[in-house]
């Protein structure tokens, strides 16, 4: 795979909002093909939401900066070198059998560099404190693993949970 070099930060403000909103549509997407188990479409649904809420958060940084800003390089040759990550997510629903697969797939996203892009952008805004969306960013992915629902934290139970 090429690496890929985004020229600006006007460039990487729109591939961090597409790879946003992409995961809330994939997390609302398994919200509803999970909803035979309400704790657990419940808890794809709040994680949607806060996908939703982290869009809008880039949506706020990128407007609360210069046209010059925006245009700007990033200061690096290749932010995400090799990323395909978007595409995956827009892939991802066909793929996704069970709930485990879902679960890592969710993981492996989580852990990725889209939080990395993530807080880089919103480091550029003077609206937000960092520390604090470090720490919103944090908890974010530690409900993955701690706020999943207790009976399906284990692999065995997730792979029984089959896609509606």
């Known amino acids: 795979m090429a690496d890929t070099v985004y ?22 997407k398994w919200a509803n093909a999970f909803a ?23 949506e ?11 245009m700007s390089s990033t200061g690096v040759n290749s932010f ?10 827009k892939e991802a629903e066909a793929k996704i059998t069970d709930l485990e697969e879902a679960y890592q797939f969710a993981e492996k996203m989580e852990h990725s560099e889209v939080n990395a892009l993530f807080e880089f952008l919103v480091s550029r805004s003077p609206f937000f404190e960092m520390s604090e969306v470090s720490e919103g960013l944090s908890n974010h ?19 029984n949970i089959k896609v509606n």
Request: charged share 20%; net charge negative; proline share 2%.
């Open 7 to 28: 020229q600006s930060i006007s460039e990487l403000f729109s591939v961090s909002l597409q790879l946003e909103r992409a995961a809330h549509i994939l997390y609302a």
């Open 141 to 159: 992915i530690d409900r993955l693993a701690n706020d999943f629902p207790v009976e399906f934290r284990n692999q065995d139970a997730r792979r």
């Open 36 to 58: 035979a188990y309400p704790e657990i479409a419940s808890f794809w649904s709040q994680y949607a939401q806060e996908e939703a809420y982290h869009a809008k958060l880039l």
């Open 80 to 89: 995400l070198a090799s990323f395909d990550l978007l595409q995956n997510l």
């Open 60 to 70: 706020r940084a990128r407007s609360s900066l210069s046209s010059e800003q925006l």
